[in-house]
């Protein structure tokens, strides 16, 4: 069996603006600083902490922008997605699994998040794993502001690699 967590991996989460006041807000790169992936054989098991989430960087354009949030905005965005969006006292683990046959360029499995389980599947590029999750299939609502004028959109890109 091989075992990867956060000291061997990463877990990241990109989120993106829209919305008429999107010019004000960011598009978001956040961590996941708790979780396990085990493979036994071709068996893939993962678990991920959601209240582990903390914002890395606003982005824009698809490039970091370390300045533009302080610590005081970071911990906000943070509590909010931890609190509101994923619910994660209800919710405290996110659970994925697959069959990982060497080689595979996908991975089809079952991802248990908010409560909801679904099948997706993750484009493999060598020892990187990405998917592009609709929030509302999972039953979360994106975050919205200011009247809707402000919001999240519902489509967030998870990317994991592993050494």
């Given at each position: 069996m091989t075992s990867w967590d956060a000291t061997r991996g990463e877990c990241l989460v990109f989120t993106f603006k829209e919305g008429i006041l999107a010019a004000v807000a960011h598009d978001l790169k956040l961590r996941v600083g708790k979780f396990s992936v085990e493979l036994d054989g071709d068996k893939?098991?993962?678990?991920?902490?959601?209240?582990?989430?903390?914002?890395?960087?606003?982005?824009?354009?698809?490039?970091?922008?370390?300045?533009?949030?302080?610590?005081?905005?970071?911990?906000?965005?943070?509590?909010?997605?931890?609190?509101?969006?994923?619910?994660?006292?209800?919710?405290p683990e996110i659970g994925f699994s697959a069959l990982a046959p060497a080689g595979a360029t996908t991975l089809d499995g079952a991802l248990r998040l908010h409560g909801v389980t679904r099948p997706i599947r993750l484009t493999v590029?060598?020892?990187?794993?990405e998917v592009e999750l609709n929030q509302p299939d999972f039953g979360i609502k994106p975050y919205s502001a200011m009247l809707g004028t402000l919001k999240i959109k519902p489509r967030v890109v998870v990317r994991i690699t592993l050494p």
């Open positions: 893939l098991e993962a678990k991920f902490d959601p209240r582990s989430l903390s914002v890395v960087c606003a982005m824009k354009d698809g490039a970091e922008q370390p300045g533009l949030l302080g610590a005081r905005d970071r911990e906000k965005i943070e509590r909010t997605i931890v609190d509101e969006v994923l619910q994660a006292a209800r919710f590029r060598e020892r990187v794993a």
